[in-house]
């Protein structure tokens, strides 16, 4: 099983990035996956998630912003990133985990996901 992320870098504010998440060992559409992010200094928490039939959340400071997708048949996920505020700085890290759909929710500790991807650094220069 593995995930690897891509699709990260230094942006100026108010611009985009997309982040990608190529998955092996299983498929997407069958379980719970998603972003999580690790600002310096502080706990990582989810940014957004999409379960098994494609119903996504994402956490309120980036309602609007930020856009969860996957595709099926490259069995990869995408994390689309626009109006970037510095406050989004931070390591992204793709997780996936085996849940009911009613536990795949953005607020769900990150305890709950065994998979994870190695991460990959957004920073948000002002």
């Known amino acids: 099983d593995q995930l690897v992320e891509s699709g990260g870098g230094s942006v100026r504010v108010g611009g985009s990035l997309r982040l990608s998440c190529e998955v092996s060992?299983?498929?997407?559409?069958?379980?719970?996956i998603g972003w999580f992010r690790k600002p310096p200094g502080r706990g990582r928490k989810g940014v957004a998630l999409?379960?098994?039939?494609?119903?996504?959340t994402n956490r309120g400071p980036v309602q609007g912003r930020f856009t969860i997708s996957r595709d099926s048949a490259k069995n990869t996920v995408f994390l689309q990133m626009d109006s970037l505020k510095p406050e989004d700085t931070a390591m992204y890290y793709c997780?996936?985990?085996?849940?009911?759909?009613?536990?795949?929710?953005?607020?769900?500790?990150?305890?709950?996901?065994?998979?994870w991807g190695q991460g990959t650094q957004v920073t948000v220069a002002s």
């Open positions: 060992g299983y498929t997407i559409s069958s379980i719970c």
């Open positions: 997780a996936a985990q085996n849940l009911q759909n009613a536990l795949c929710r953005v607020g769900i500790s990150s305890l709950y996901f065994e998979h």
């Open positions: 999409i379960d098994s039939v494609g119903r996504t």
